[in-house]
């Protein structure tokens, strides 16, 4: 019997119009960042920003721990001259580039706010970007916040997916069996971590293209999971 539903955030929860890998955006996001805090870089300074990030790019170099913003943008900032006190205008600047035009898909309110009449424990597990603060991460799902009994990042397991120790702390906290629990994800890593930490896998899966990730079950709406707790 499922007691509790995990979810990813983004393209599960969220619809963003980035893509998954920031890497040929670097240059433009310092740009923003640049205009927004009056800075002039030369070339040599972008330069350094994207070998930086590129450094801790996870879909480049994965890392199953996490690294906080603070070590990230530190290094970033020291290196290009931008005065330690900026950091969190840096931050801020840099994360609200990605974020822009981002949405919570129109049948997520409903389907939370019904699994939680059901009585479901409602968490989330998301991996951040280069460490982005759950201030700015969470501010995405702000509108539907109030039905997510435990809100998670990897800021606060420290580790990322597939690495299933994140669900396992959920579980905990939850004070539930780990095998009654559900993690849905759109991504391979998460069913990975669903299936390392030996939880019940859900695939959300919008495209409708063939993704066998070994996934127990596979939705196209997360209005779907109404109906597997019914049936």
């Not at 955006?25 to 070998?51: E, I, K, M």
């Not at 293209?209 to 779907?224: R, V």
């Amino acid at each position: 019997m499922i007691k509790a539903i995990v979810f990813d955030i983004g393209q599960t929860l969220v619809e963003y119009k980035m893509p998954l890998n920031w890497s040929k955006l670097y240059r433009p996001a310092f740009a923003s960042v640049a205009d927004a805090c009056g800075y002039t870089f030369l070339d040599s300074q972008y330069q350094y920003a994207s070998q930086v990030l590129t450094k801790y790019n996870a879909r480049i170099n994965p890392r199953e721990n996490e690294i906080s913003s603070n070590q990230i943008f530190g290094e970033i900032i020291r290196g290009m001259d931008i005065p330690a006190e900026d950091i969190e205008k840096v931050k801020f600047h840099f994360y609200s580039y990605f974020k822009r035009d981002a949405h919570v898909y129109p049948e997520v309110g409903e389907t939370l706010k019904r699994l939680s009449e059901k009585g479901i424990l409602l968490g989330t597990l998301s991996d951040v970007a280069y460490g982005m603060d759950n201030v700015y991460a969470m501010e995405d799902i702000s509108e539907i916040i109030k039905y997510i009994d435990y809100p998670l990042t990897s800021n606060d397991t420290g580790f990322r997916k597939p690495c299933g120790e994140g669900l396992k702390i959920l579980s905990d906290k939850m004070q539930i069996d780990i095998k009654e629990m559900a993690f849905v994800g759109d991504e391979e890593k998460d069913i990975m971590c669903a299936v390392n930490a030996g939880v019940y896998s859900i695939l959300i899966n919008r495209s409708g293209s063939i993704k066998n990730y070994g996934q127990n079950k596979e939705i196209s709406s997360l209005g779907e999971l109404l109906n597997i707790l019914d049936g």
